[in-house]
Protein backbone atom coordinates (compact mmCIF):
# COMPACT_ATOMS: atom_id res chain seq x y z
CA UNK A 1 0.00 0.00 0.00
CA UNK A 2 1.91 3.12 -0.91
CA UNK A 3 -0.23 6.68 -1.13
CA UNK A 4 0.75 8.92 -4.41
CA UNK A 5 -1.20 12.07 -5.76
CA UNK A 6 -1.09 14.20 -9.33
CA UNK A 7 -0.28 17.56 -8.39
CA UNK A 8 -1.75 18.05 -12.28
CA UNK A 9 -4.87 16.58 -11.75
CA UNK A 10 -7.97 18.34 -12.25
CA UNK A 11 -9.32 16.25 -8.69
CA UNK A 12 -8.30 18.04 -5.67
CA UNK A 13 -5.81 16.69 -3.20
CA UNK A 14 -7.57 16.06 -0.92
CA UNK A 15 -9.80 14.11 -2.69
CA UNK A 16 -7.48 11.91 -4.34
CA UNK A 17 -6.33 11.08 -0.70
CA UNK A 18 -10.11 9.86 -0.15
CA UNK A 19 -10.02 7.75 -2.95
CA UNK A 20 -7.13 6.07 -2.30
CA UNK A 21 -7.80 4.91 1.18
CA UNK A 22 -11.39 3.83 -0.51
CA UNK A 23 -9.65 2.01 -3.60
CA UNK A 24 -6.86 0.20 -0.74
CA UNK A 25 -10.22 -0.83 1.26
CA UNK A 26 -11.96 -2.55 -1.88
CA UNK A 27 -8.25 -4.05 -3.14
CA UNK A 28 -7.53 -5.65 0.24
CA UNK A 29 -4.60 -3.08 0.91
CA UNK A 30 -5.96 -1.88 4.04
CA UNK A 31 -8.57 -4.19 6.64
CA UNK A 32 -10.80 -2.84 9.43
CA UNK A 33 -8.98 -1.68 12.59
CA UNK A 34 -5.44 -1.09 10.38
CA UNK A 35 -3.71 2.38 10.86
CA UNK A 36 -3.48 5.05 8.59
CA UNK A 37 -0.34 6.81 8.75
CA UNK A 38 -0.39 10.26 10.89
CA UNK A 39 -1.39 13.16 8.96
CA UNK A 40 2.34 14.84 9.49
CA UNK A 41 4.29 11.87 8.41
CA UNK A 42 2.09 11.23 4.84
CA UNK A 43 1.66 14.88 4.21
CA UNK A 44 5.84 14.92 4.18
CA UNK A 45 5.83 11.78 2.30
CA UNK A 46 3.87 12.92 -0.65
CA UNK A 47 5.25 16.48 -0.52
CA UNK A 48 1.68 18.03 0.65
CA UNK A 49 0.40 20.63 3.67
CA UNK A 50 -0.36 18.60 6.40
CA UNK A 51 -4.01 20.20 6.43
CA UNK A 52 -4.59 18.48 3.47
CA UNK A 53 -4.55 15.18 4.74
CA UNK A 54 -6.43 16.25 8.17
CA UNK A 55 -9.14 17.62 5.46
CA UNK A 56 -9.07 14.03 3.97
CA UNK A 57 -9.26 12.16 6.67
CA UNK A 58 -12.27 14.12 8.25
CA UNK A 59 -13.79 13.81 5.78
CA UNK A 60 -13.68 9.93 5.72
CA UNK A 61 -14.56 10.17 8.89
CA UNK A 62 -18.29 11.88 8.11
CA UNK A 63 -18.67 8.99 5.49
CA UNK A 64 -18.33 6.33 8.44
CA UNK A 65 -14.93 5.28 7.15
CA UNK A 66 -12.12 5.99 9.65
CA UNK A 67 -12.40 6.77 13.69
CA UNK A 68 -9.33 8.55 15.25
CA UNK A 69 -8.95 7.47 18.88
CA UNK A 70 -7.23 10.18 20.41
CA UNK A 71 -3.73 9.93 20.90
CA UNK A 72 -3.45 6.39 19.32
CA UNK A 73 -3.58 7.62 15.91
CA UNK A 74 -6.47 7.15 12.93
CA UNK A 75 -7.52 3.47 11.96
CA UNK A 76 -9.83 2.08 9.28
CA UNK A 77 -13.12 1.54 11.05
CA UNK A 78 -13.96 -1.91 12.01
CA UNK A 79 -17.91 -2.04 11.81
CA UNK A 80 -17.23 -1.52 7.86
CA UNK A 81 -20.17 -3.57 5.53
CA UNK A 82 -19.11 -7.05 4.90
CA UNK A 83 -16.78 -6.91 2.11
CA UNK A 84 -16.77 -9.34 -0.59
CA UNK A 85 -13.92 -12.59 -0.18
CA UNK A 86 -10.48 -11.14 -1.36
CA UNK A 87 -10.94 -13.32 -4.83
CA UNK A 88 -13.97 -11.39 -6.23
CA UNK A 89 -12.03 -7.87 -4.61
CA UNK A 90 -9.20 -9.46 -6.92
CA UNK A 91 -11.27 -9.98 -9.64
CA UNK A 92 -12.55 -5.90 -9.31
CA UNK A 93 -9.68 -5.08 -9.54
CA UNK A 94 -9.17 -7.21 -12.80
CA UNK A 95 -12.44 -5.94 -14.10
CA UNK A 96 -10.99 -2.25 -13.81
CA UNK A 97 -7.78 -2.70 -15.40
CA UNK A 98 -9.87 -3.87 -18.40
CA UNK A 99 -12.04 -1.06 -18.43
CA UNK A 100 -9.15 1.36 -18.59
CA UNK A 101 -7.30 -0.79 -21.44
CA UNK A 102 -10.36 -0.67 -23.09
CA UNK A 103 -11.21 3.11 -22.67
CA UNK A 104 -7.72 3.79 -24.16
CA UNK A 105 -8.67 1.65 -27.18
CA UNK A 106 -11.09 3.61 -27.69
CA UNK A 107 -9.03 7.26 -27.40
CA UNK A 108 -9.80 8.20 -23.82
CA UNK A 109 -7.25 8.45 -20.70
CA UNK A 110 -7.36 6.73 -17.54
CA UNK A 111 -8.65 10.15 -16.17
CA UNK A 112 -11.55 10.53 -18.64
CA UNK A 113 -12.90 6.63 -17.55
CA UNK A 114 -12.40 8.28 -14.12
CA UNK A 115 -14.88 11.24 -14.71
CA UNK A 116 -17.64 8.93 -16.70
CA UNK A 117 -17.49 6.36 -13.76
CA UNK A 118 -17.67 9.24 -10.83
CA UNK A 119 -20.24 11.63 -12.92
CA UNK A 120 -22.52 8.08 -13.50
CA UNK A 121 -22.05 6.51 -9.38
CA UNK A 122 -21.80 9.95 -8.07
CA UNK A 123 -24.92 12.07 -10.08
CA UNK A 124 -26.86 9.45 -12.40
CA UNK A 125 -27.41 6.32 -10.45
CA UNK A 126 -28.18 8.25 -7.22
CA UNK A 127 -32.04 8.16 -5.98
CA UNK A 128 -32.91 12.14 -5.16
CA UNK A 129 -31.86 14.89 -6.17
CA UNK A 130 -29.87 14.93 -8.91
CA UNK A 131 -31.19 11.98 -10.96
CA UNK A 132 -33.48 14.02 -12.77
CA UNK A 133 -33.42 17.35 -14.42
CA UNK A 134 -35.46 19.61 -15.50
CA UNK A 135 -34.06 22.64 -18.10
CA UNK A 136 -36.61 25.28 -19.04
CA UNK A 137 -35.79 27.54 -21.45
CA UNK A 138 -37.96 30.10 -23.76
CA UNK A 139 -37.31 29.12 -27.04
CA UNK A 140 -36.76 25.67 -29.04
CA UNK A 141 -33.19 25.98 -30.16
CA UNK A 142 -31.92 27.72 -26.87
CA UNK A 143 -33.50 24.38 -25.29
CA UNK A 144 -31.92 22.00 -27.37
CA UNK A 145 -28.73 23.61 -27.35
CA UNK A 146 -28.89 23.93 -23.37
CA UNK A 147 -30.21 20.56 -22.80
CA UNK A 148 -27.59 18.42 -24.51
CA UNK A 149 -24.88 20.94 -23.24
CA UNK A 150 -26.23 20.37 -19.41
CA UNK A 151 -26.69 16.30 -20.16
CA UNK A 152 -22.90 16.24 -21.52
CA UNK A 153 -21.37 18.37 -18.55
CA UNK A 154 -23.17 16.12 -16.00
CA UNK A 155 -23.87 12.86 -16.68
CA UNK A 156 -27.51 13.27 -15.72
CA UNK A 157 -30.80 12.74 -17.36
CA UNK A 158 -31.80 16.43 -18.47
CA UNK A 159 -35.63 16.96 -19.71
CA UNK A 160 -36.52 19.96 -21.36
CA UNK A 161 -39.42 22.48 -21.48
CA UNK A 162 -40.61 25.51 -22.95
CA UNK A 163 -41.24 28.70 -20.61
CA UNK A 164 -44.35 29.49 -22.21
CA UNK A 165 -45.33 25.35 -21.89
CA UNK A 166 -44.70 24.80 -18.67
CA UNK A 167 -47.92 25.81 -17.04
CA UNK A 168 -49.58 23.49 -19.02
CA UNK A 169 -46.96 20.70 -18.48
CA UNK A 170 -47.08 20.51 -14.74
CA UNK A 171 -48.91 17.05 -14.62
CA UNK A 172 -46.71 15.63 -17.41
CA UNK A 173 -44.45 13.03 -15.88
CA UNK A 174 -41.58 14.09 -16.96
CA UNK A 175 -42.06 17.34 -15.42
CA UNK A 176 -43.51 15.81 -11.94
CA UNK A 177 -40.38 13.51 -11.68
CA UNK A 178 -37.46 15.83 -12.25
CA UNK A 179 -35.49 16.06 -8.61
CA UNK A 180 -34.77 19.77 -9.85
CA UNK A 181 -35.87 22.64 -12.29
CA UNK A 182 -32.77 24.71 -13.80
CA UNK A 183 -32.84 27.55 -16.04
CA UNK A 184 -31.03 30.70 -16.80
CA UNK A 185 -31.27 34.16 -15.01
CA UNK A 186 -33.29 35.71 -18.01
CA UNK A 187 -36.29 32.99 -16.74
CA UNK A 188 -36.05 32.76 -13.22
CA UNK A 189 -38.65 34.57 -11.80
CA UNK A 190 -41.34 33.33 -13.94
CA UNK A 191 -39.93 29.75 -13.65
CA UNK A 192 -39.89 30.43 -9.38
CA UNK A 193 -43.55 31.43 -9.05
CA UNK A 194 -44.06 27.98 -11.14
CA UNK A 195 -42.23 25.96 -9.45
CA UNK A 196 -43.50 26.71 -5.74
CA UNK A 197 -46.77 25.56 -7.03
CA UNK A 198 -45.39 22.52 -7.98
CA UNK A 199 -43.14 22.15 -4.89
CA UNK A 200 -39.41 22.36 -6.30
CA UNK A 201 -36.71 23.72 -6.08
CA UNK A 202 -34.87 26.14 -9.14
CA UNK A 203 -31.29 26.30 -9.65
CA UNK A 204 -30.57 29.62 -11.80
CA UNK A 205 -27.47 29.22 -13.96
CA UNK A 206 -26.19 32.38 -16.77
CA UNK A 207 -25.65 32.17 -20.11
CA UNK A 208 -22.33 33.72 -21.96
CA UNK A 209 -21.55 34.32 -25.32
CA UNK A 210 -19.10 31.08 -26.74
CA UNK A 211 -15.14 31.65 -26.81
CA UNK A 212 -15.04 31.72 -30.55
CA UNK A 213 -17.69 34.27 -31.47
CA UNK A 214 -16.10 37.02 -29.34
CA UNK A 215 -12.70 35.66 -31.08
CA UNK A 216 -14.18 36.39 -34.52
CA UNK A 217 -15.73 40.21 -33.90
CA UNK A 218 -12.53 40.47 -31.69
CA UNK A 219 -10.76 40.00 -34.86
CA UNK A 220 -12.93 42.57 -36.99
CA UNK A 221 -11.15 45.21 -38.36
CA UNK A 222 -11.72 48.45 -36.57
CA UNK A 223 -15.14 50.65 -37.90
CA UNK A 224 -16.66 47.05 -39.28
CA UNK A 225 -20.31 47.75 -39.20
CA UNK A 226 -21.92 44.47 -37.26
CA UNK A 227 -25.49 43.81 -37.07
CA UNK A 228 -26.83 42.40 -34.63
CA UNK A 229 -30.52 40.49 -35.29
CA UNK A 230 -32.60 38.42 -32.65
CA UNK A 231 -36.51 37.64 -32.67
CA UNK A 232 -37.23 40.63 -30.58
CA UNK A 233 -35.15 44.45 -30.44
CA UNK A 234 -34.69 43.49 -26.45
CA UNK A 235 -32.85 39.86 -27.18
CA UNK A 236 -30.65 42.38 -29.88
CA UNK A 237 -29.87 44.51 -27.11
CA UNK A 238 -29.30 42.59 -24.71
CA UNK A 239 -26.32 40.91 -27.36
CA UNK A 240 -24.89 44.22 -27.72
CA UNK A 241 -24.44 44.57 -23.79
CA UNK A 242 -22.46 40.87 -23.96
CA UNK A 243 -20.07 42.68 -26.14
CA UNK A 244 -19.68 45.60 -24.48
CA UNK A 245 -18.74 43.41 -21.19
CA UNK A 246 -16.56 41.58 -23.27
CA UNK A 247 -14.82 44.77 -24.14
CA UNK A 248 -15.95 44.54 -27.90
CA UNK A 249 -15.76 48.65 -28.78
CA UNK A 250 -13.94 48.72 -31.80
CA UNK A 251 -16.57 48.25 -34.45
CA UNK A 252 -19.97 49.75 -34.97
CA UNK A 253 -23.40 48.16 -33.92
CA UNK A 254 -26.61 48.38 -35.12
CA UNK A 255 -29.65 45.83 -33.23
CA UNK A 256 -32.94 44.73 -34.77
CA UNK A 257 -35.36 42.29 -33.84
CA UNK A 258 -36.77 39.86 -36.66
CA UNK A 259 -40.58 41.72 -35.79
CA UNK A 260 -39.48 44.74 -37.51
CA UNK A 261 -39.37 44.59 -40.55
CA UNK A 262 -38.53 47.96 -42.04
CA UNK A 263 -36.03 48.14 -39.20
CA UNK A 264 -33.98 44.96 -40.33
CA UNK A 265 -34.37 45.39 -44.11
CA UNK A 266 -32.23 48.95 -43.04
CA UNK A 267 -29.70 47.05 -40.78
CA UNK A 268 -29.33 44.49 -43.78
CA UNK A 269 -28.57 46.81 -46.00
CA UNK A 270 -25.97 48.56 -43.66
CA UNK A 271 -24.04 46.04 -41.79
CA UNK A 272 -21.18 44.23 -43.32
CA UNK A 273 -21.45 41.72 -41.10
CA UNK A 274 -24.60 39.76 -39.57
CA UNK A 275 -24.42 38.60 -36.11
CA UNK A 276 -27.97 36.36 -35.32
CA UNK A 277 -28.93 34.75 -32.25
CA UNK A 278 -29.81 30.53 -32.28
CA UNK A 279 -33.11 31.18 -32.48
CA UNK A 280 -33.40 34.00 -35.42
CA UNK A 281 -30.43 32.45 -36.92
CA UNK A 282 -32.90 29.94 -40.07
CA UNK A 283 -34.66 33.32 -40.43
CA UNK A 284 -31.74 35.77 -41.03
CA UNK A 285 -29.82 33.29 -42.83
CA UNK A 286 -32.68 33.32 -45.63
CA UNK A 287 -32.90 37.43 -45.22
CA UNK A 288 -29.16 38.30 -45.43
CA UNK A 289 -27.56 39.15 -48.27
CA UNK A 290 -25.33 36.51 -49.71
CA UNK A 291 -22.18 38.75 -49.70
CA UNK A 292 -22.38 39.49 -46.12
CA UNK A 293 -20.25 37.40 -43.13
CA UNK A 294 -23.87 35.59 -41.08
CA UNK A 295 -22.31 34.52 -37.39
CA UNK A 296 -24.10 32.88 -35.16
CA UNK A 297 -24.34 34.28 -31.65
CA UNK A 298 -23.89 31.44 -29.67
CA UNK A 299 -24.34 31.47 -25.94
CA UNK A 300 -23.39 28.52 -24.02
CA UNK A 301 -24.34 27.90 -19.77
CA UNK A 302 -21.85 29.49 -17.79
CA UNK A 303 -18.76 27.09 -16.85
CA UNK A 304 -18.78 28.35 -13.05
CA UNK A 305 -22.69 27.86 -12.64
CA UNK A 306 -22.26 24.42 -13.99
CA UNK A 307 -19.56 23.45 -11.38
CA UNK A 308 -21.64 25.23 -8.79
CA UNK A 309 -24.58 22.92 -9.88
CA UNK A 310 -22.69 19.86 -10.47
CA UNK A 311 -20.92 20.48 -6.60
CA UNK A 312 -24.29 21.56 -5.53
CA UNK A 313 -25.76 18.04 -6.83
CA UNK A 314 -22.95 15.70 -5.41
CA UNK A 315 -23.76 17.76 -1.97
CA UNK A 316 -27.46 16.75 -2.01
CA UNK A 317 -26.49 13.17 -2.76
CA UNK A 318 -24.01 12.91 0.03
CA UNK A 319 -26.21 14.23 2.23
CA UNK A 320 -28.98 11.83 1.24
CA UNK A 321 -25.98 9.10 1.82
CA UNK A 322 -25.10 10.08 5.47
CA UNK A 323 -29.48 10.34 5.87
CA UNK A 324 -29.76 6.34 4.77
CA UNK A 325 -26.72 5.83 7.14
CA UNK A 326 -29.05 6.74 10.06
Not at 52 to 57: E, G, K
Not at 156 to 175: K, W
Not at 301 to 322: C, M, N, Q
Amino acid sequence: MEFQIDKGSELPIYQQLKEQVKYFMLSGGLKPGDKLPPPKDLAGYLRINRNTVIVAYKELEKEGLIVTKHGQGTYLAENLPALPGDGRRRELVAVAAEAIERAKELGFSARDLFTVVYGQAVLRLERGIGRRLLFVECNRPDLDFYVAELSEALGVEVTGCLVAELPEMLENDAVRSADLWVTTFFHVEDVKALAEAAGKEVFAVMVSPALDILMQLGQLPAGTKVGLVCAVAQGAESMRGSLAAAGIDHVEIACAGLNEAAKLEALLGWADVVVSSRMALAEAGKLTPKHRVLLNFAECLDKAGVRLLKDYLAERASLRRGAERE
